[in-house]
């Protein structure tokens, strides 16, 4: 018989102050992005499985939640947003005008192996733009995810930004079949040169492209390295991809945040919707990213209506803990409040709670019992007496 006193992997309970800075983190980035002017869309956390099939390039099948209805439809909990929302914004946006401007905050689900020893479901806040196919939203949605890490406290991260469109000119000037892409993204993405090499032995692959692909996983750093990678090709597609990553970066010198920006030409995104510019944020004390995102001009299409679109997402938790680990203070959750009182005094403390909550303040009524006072004001709580 399965024990019931815990959760199953991959899932955890949170409460008590771990739950108030959850809450007072996600309050703060979404004041950032209300800031922004972005409006903001709550979508279901269970969806049809088409909206996230593989023809959307999104999570692999066997990492998804999959359950049926009565009607016998296939249905999955929601392993990624950005399907979503492109969903909702051909649904209810298909006549306004451009560009739509959506933000969102939401749990998402995601199958992941034990060994991973990651969660199974996360809560995710992020922004999508809709209709603006120019740099300068690219740059918008990038200084947004600078403007919500500083403002939760973060100093310490950098924002790797990289061309999906550059790598997919390459591959395609190279003729690989899918398979062989999926390996070579595989080969690149772990920067195993030795790998890399082997692979283009095999396919008879030399020249320009050879050497390009040899050379991508050491193109990483600041805005010099794009000029690097321009001068080992000629392909007008890998080139106009160099040419977008030099006019964003001209865009975010403007906004003042090229300190927390570099640039990664093997950057491959697990999400094959992106068309273009991925970015991810990494700091210290996490494994994964923190923030991620990129535009996926093809994706709205899928469902109806082509639209270009950019979009990103911060993983609270990951950047809960984070903070936690630093001890970064600067984002107190509010403080809390009881009135202790005896059994006779129950009428009058219920008079001086409405009273304070009144006023705005919260205040938690607690029965007097045996060192309940103590206990509270341990755990940091301003008691009042009766």
């Known amino acids: 018989m399965i024990p019931l006193l815990h959760t199953p992997e991959g899932v955890r309970d949170i409460y008590g102050s771990e739950k108030r800075e959850l809450r007072a983190l996600s309050d703060c980035v979404c004041n950032c992005m209300r800031n922004f002017g972005f409006e903001e869309i709550q979508t279901p956390s269970f969806e049809y499985f088409d909206v996230f099939s593989s023809e959307r390039g999104t999570v692999p099948s066997k990492d998804m939640y999959k359950f049926i209805d009565r009607d016998g439809n296939t249905l999955v909990l929601r392993p990624d947003m950005t399907p979503q929302i492109a969903r909702a914004a051909v649904t209810y946006w298909k006549n306004a005008p451009a560009p739509i401007r959506l933000s969102y905050i939401g749990n998402t689900f995601i199958n992941n192996s034990g060994y991973q020893l990651r969660l199974k479901e996360t809560t995710q806040a992020g922004v999508e733009i809709f209709g603006d196919d120019s740099c300068v939203a690219d740059a918008e949605v990038i200084a947004l995810t600078v403007e919500c890490l500083r403002a939760a406290g973060l100093t310490e991260f950098q924002i790797e930004i990289g061309n999906a469109g550059f790598f997919r000119a390459i591959a395609n ?88 920006v570099s640039f990664d030409l093997a950057m491959l995104s697990k999400y094959r919707y992106y068309t273009g510019i991925i970015f991810r944020a990494i700091t210290y004390g996490t494994g994964e990213a923190i923030a991620s995102g990129g535009r996926y001009d093809s994706l709205a299409g899928q469902f109806g209506e082509p639209t270009p679109a950019i979009g990103m997402s911060i993983t609270l938790d990951s950047l809960l803990t984070v903070l936690q680990r630093m001890g970064l203070e600067e984002r107190k959750p509010s403080e809390r409040y009881a009135i202790v009182y005896r059994a006779e005094q129950a009428a009058e403390a219920i008079a001086m709670a409405c009273g304070k909550r009144v006023e705005g303040i919260p205040v938690a009524l607690v029965p007097d019992g045996r060192g309940v006072k103590d206990a509270l004001e341990k755990e940091g709580v301003i008691v009042w007496n009766i």
């Not at 008879?204 to 010099?224: C, D, Q, R, T, V």
């Open 173 to 260: 000037s190279c003729g690989l079949t899918s398979e062989d892409e999926e390996e070579l993204r595989r080969r690149i993405k772990d920067k195993n040169l030795f790998g890399i090499s082997d692979f283009l032995a095999e396919r008879n692959i030399a020249g320009k492209e050879a050497e390009l692909l040899l050379a991508l996983p050491e193109l990483f750093g600041s805005e010099e390295i794009l000029s690097k990678a321009s001068s080992l090709t000629d392909n007008e597609a890998a080139l106009a991809a160099i040419a977008r990553l030099q006019s964003l970066w001209d865009c975010l010198t403007k906004y003042g945040v090229q300190k927390f």
